[in-house]
Antibody, heavy 116, light 112 residues
Framework: EVQLVESGGDLVQPGGSLRLSCAAS????????MTWVRQVPGKGLEWVANIKEDGSGKWYVDSVRGRFTISRDNAKNSLYLQMDSLRAEDTAVYYC?????????WGQGTLVTVSS | DIVMTQTPLSSPVTLGQPASISCRSSQSLVHSDGNTYLSWLQQRPGQPPRLLIY???NRFSGVPDRFSGSGAGTDFTLKINRVEAEDVGVYYCMQATQFPHTFGQGTRLEIK
């Protein structure tokens, strides 16, 4: 059974940093692109970043480029999102999803709140 | 950026009746590899999104056959043959043909 479990969400002050993790199981992690998508509570979905199977390619939405870094550790079956210079508008539930173009499986999400 | 526009934004439906959601993209979604990366997602209340349909019309594993997708180019449709109570939630179309990948605003399906 494919499972994606996000962690690391927290309350952080504007300008602060946070690292999200996504633990994958039930499939060969190193064979798949991975994605981060976020959702402001009560609002729609926004794609954040993609990473290729081997980490050699990374893509970001403009609003996070230069502040967020997507990475992965295939030996640990884990996906990460390093978030720096956080802003109030980054407040959202962050989901990891399997796949770069077809998001087949989604985690339950982890809540990031940026507030003073 | 490709803008995805869904209509309607809210759809009250009687149980057992059909429902249809339209999604229009501001540009063609045909990728250079020949595929059209248009997906439909369902988000039930309090749940993460769930993939229903990918590449316009392919039903994902475990998705009931009352869900179907169609369309081409810039115009796409999700149809639910006979709405059941468990179908309540928000439906999103999503394009992954061009970065940044973008979603429609969502269509709230509710039971009359």
């Amino acid at each position: 059974e494919v499972q994606l479990v996000e962690s690391g969400g927290d309350l952080v002050q504007p300008g602060g940093s946070l690292r999200l993790s996504c633990a994958a199981s039930g499939f060969t992690f190193s064979n798949y692109w991975m994605t981060w998508v976020r959702q402001v509570p009560g609002k729609g979905l926004e794609w954040v970043a993609n990473i290729k199977e081997d980490g050699s390619g990374k893509w970001y939405v403009d609003s996070v480029r230069g502040r967020f870094t997507i990475s992965r550790d295939n030996a640990k079956n884990s996906l990460y999102l390093q978030m720096d210079s956080l802003r109030a508008e980054d407040t959202a539930v962050y989901y990891c999803a399997r796949g770069g173009f077809i998001r087949e499986y989604w985690g339950q999400g982890t809540l990031v709140t940026v507030s003073s | 950026d490709i803008v995805m526009t869904q209509t309607p934004l809210s759809s009250p439906v009687t149980l057992g009746q059909p429902a249809s959601i339209s999604c229009r993209s501001s540009q063609s979604l045909v990728h250079s590899d020949g595929n059209t990366y248009l997906s439909w997602l369902q988000q039930r209340p309090g749940q993460p999104p769930r993939l229903l349909i990918y590449k316009i019309s392919n039903r994902f594993s475990g998705v009931p056959d009352r869900f179907s997708g169609s369309g081409a180019g810039t115009d796409f449709t999700l149809k639910i043959n006979r709405v059941e109570a468990e179908d309540v939630g928000v439906y999103y179309c999503m394009q992954a043909t061009q970065f940044p990948h973008t979603f429609g605003q969502g269509t709230r399906l509710e039971i009359k």
